[in-house]
């Protein structure tokens, strides 16, 4: 099992961040500070590798990403266990605000009902650079109230996002846009991932590929 510190204070390089099988803190000192993101390798094969894409079949690695405003982060394993994952990879905060992104986001929360019908929890994964990305979050999500079983999360530094092979690494770039829906045992039985801004999946797409109970 392989964890990952990410500090909001200070900025570590790679070899720091993804050294698999062993914990590693960050340079800051400051524990209390730090946010968990799990990427753990327990999970039975065929499980994608660490920066590869997942793909439709493949099992995913577990993480744990801070969710703004609340306590305790979102961790995915625990989310499963109350029924199937769709994760969202939006671009986050690419030096402003995406507005394809804040469109998304309303189409899936227009169908929070169906959602929660089919049983599964929503997991909408903000990146960006650490710095202010909190205060970044925030704005996006400014009068914006989530329902039951919709998750906010951000992921300072890219780390999660590098993990899973979805970082949009040019100028004015976080991520690609992304859609995952994942099943119980943490198998991908759906997955897009876009390479332009727009071309995301749309509500009902997902909710076609969220296993029946």
């Known amino acids: 099992m392989s964890f990952v510190y990410v500090s909001r204070s200070s900025r570590l390089d790679r070899s720091e ?15 209390a500070s730090a946010i968990a993101l799990m990427l753990t390798a327990a999970l039975p094969w065929p499980a994608f590798a660490m920066s590869d894409p997942p793909t439709v079949g493949s099992q995913v690695s577990d993480f744990e990403l801070p969710a703004p405003g609340q306590d305790v982060p979102i961790k995915l394993s625990e989310q499963l266990k109350k029924g199937p994952v769709v994760l969202v990879v939006l671009r986050g905060f690419p030096g402003y605000q995406c507005p394809l992104c804040s469109r998304q986001i309303g189409q899936y929360l227009r169908q929070a009902e169906a959602f929660a019908k089919a049983g599964a929890q929503v997991i909408l ?9 909190e205060t970044r ?10 329902p039951e079983g919709f ?4 992921d300072p530094g890219y780390v999660f996002t ?5 970082r ?9 846009p992304s859609t995952f829906v994942i099943d119980q045992e943490s ?3 759906f997955a897009k991932i876009s390479r332009t801004h ?3 999946t749309t509500p009902d797409q997902v909710l076609e590929a969220i296993p029946t109970r």
């Open 17 to 31: 961040l993804l050294d698999a099988g062993r914990l590693r803190r960050p340079r800051t000192g400051w524990l």
């Open 125 to 133: 994964v903000y990146p960006g650079p650490a710095d202010e990305l």
């Open 137 to 146: 979050a925030a704005e996006f999500m400014k009068g914006t109230t989530l």
């Open 151 to 154: 998750h906010f999360v951000i």
């Open 162 to 166: 590098e993990a899973y092979g979805l």
């Open 168 to 176: 949009w690494d040019a100028p004015m770039e976080t991520a690609y």
């Open 187 to 189: 198998n991908v039985v």
């Open 198 to 200: 727009g071309d995301r």
